[in-house]
C-alpha cells in the first residue's frame, strides 16, 4: 500500500502509481479475497490426432461445445485433428491452497475420461495421450467481481470459468479502475458489488465436498435416466451457480 505502490521480491523491487491483481485462483491466498471465491478442479484431456475419424463425423470447422450440467462438459478440435475434452470436476483444496488436485488430479481425470467415453462411444478405442488439471476461481454466483484492495491496488477475481468473453469488459473496467477514471467501466454494478461469500474453514472444504459429491450423484443419475436421491437433490441446491441452474 502507499505511493507509489511497491512489489518486493527475492531479487527486485517493482514500483508504479497503481497494481492491477489479476491472479486468478491464486487469489485466494489474500485473506480479504478468500471469502469471494473457492478454487475448483478442471481437468481436460487429448486424444491422439484422428483427422480421418473426424471427418467421419462431420465435426471439421473445431466448434466448441459445452452442456448443461454443473459439472460441465466442454470439448473442441485442434487444428491437428484431435479432440480437447474438459470436465469442471468441482474438486477443491482445504483452505483453497493450490496443490495436487489442481495438477494432475487422478480421480477429476478419470471423471473427465468417463464422460468422454460416454459423449463418444463410437471413439472407444482411441486412446487420450495427454491430461491436466488447473484451478478456476468461482464466485458464489459465477460473475466476477472488481474492486480495491487500497486506493491504488485493484483486482477483478471470478470468472469462474468462463473468462474468455468477459475478460474483455473486465480489462476495460480494470483500465479505468487503475487510471481513475470516472466513466461507465469504473461504475460498472461489477465493482464493489456486494456478492455472497464462502464459509470458512473447515466448514468450507467439508461442506463444499459434501455437496460436490452429491452434484456428481445427481447427475451421474440423470444421465443414466434414473431419478436422483431426495439426499442429493437437496444438497445440490446448496452449490454455486451455474451456467443452468436445475432443480
Not at 471423471?111 to 487420450?128: H, K, N, V
Request: proline letters at 7%; glycine letters at 10%; charged letters at 25%.
Amino acid at each position: 500500500p502507499g505511493q507509489p505502490a511497491q512489489l518486493l521480491s527475492a531479487g527486485a523491487r517493482v514500483q508504479a502509481k497503481a497494481v492491477v491483481l489479476a491472479t486468478n485462483a491464486w487469489s485466494a491466498a489474500l485473506p480479504r479475497l478468500s471469502r469471494l471465491i473457492v478454487p475448483v478442479n478442471s481437468s481436460i484431456a487429448v486424444t491422439e490426432a484422428i483427422p480421418q475419424r473426424l471427418e467421419r463425423i462431420g465435426w471439421t470447422g473445431g466448434e466448441a461445445i459445452t452442456d448443461s450440467q454443473l459439472m460441465v462438459d466442454y470439448y473442441r478440435t485442434t487444428r491437428d485433428g484431435r479432440i480437447a475434452f474438459g470436465k469442471g470436476t468441482g474438486a477443491i483444496s482445504y483452505g483453497s491452497r493450490i496443490d495436487r488436485v489442481f495438477d494432475v488430479d487422478r480421480e477429476s481425470l478419470a471423471l473427465t475420461e468417463a464422460d468422454f467415453r460416454r459423449t463418444y462411444p463410437s471413439l472407444g478405442d482411441i486412446p487420450l495421450v495427454d491430461g491436466w488439471s488447473g484451478p478456476i476461481d468461482r464466485t458464489y454466483d459465477s460473475l466476477p467481481v472488481f474492486g480495491h484492495l487500497h486506493e491504488n491496488i485493484h483486482y477483478g477475481i471470478g470468472w469462474s470459468g468462463n473468462g474468455v468473453g468477459p475478460s474483455r469488459l473486465g480489462g476495460r473496467i480494470l483500465a479505468s479502475l487503475a487510471l481513475g477514471r470516472d466513466d461507465p467501466w469504473s461504475r460498472c454494478p461489477l465493482v464493489e458489488r456486494r456478492c455472497r461469500s464462502f464459509p470458512p474453514e473447515p466448514l468450507r472444504y467439508l461442506g463444499g465436498s459434501l455437496v460436490r459429491n452429491a452434484v456428481l450423484r445427481k447427475e451421474r443419475a440423470e444421465l443414466a435416466g434414473t431419478a436422483p436421491s431426495a439426499t442429493d437433490r437437496f444438497l445440490a441446491r446448496f452449490a454455486p451457480a451455474g451456467l443452468e441452474d436445475k432443480s
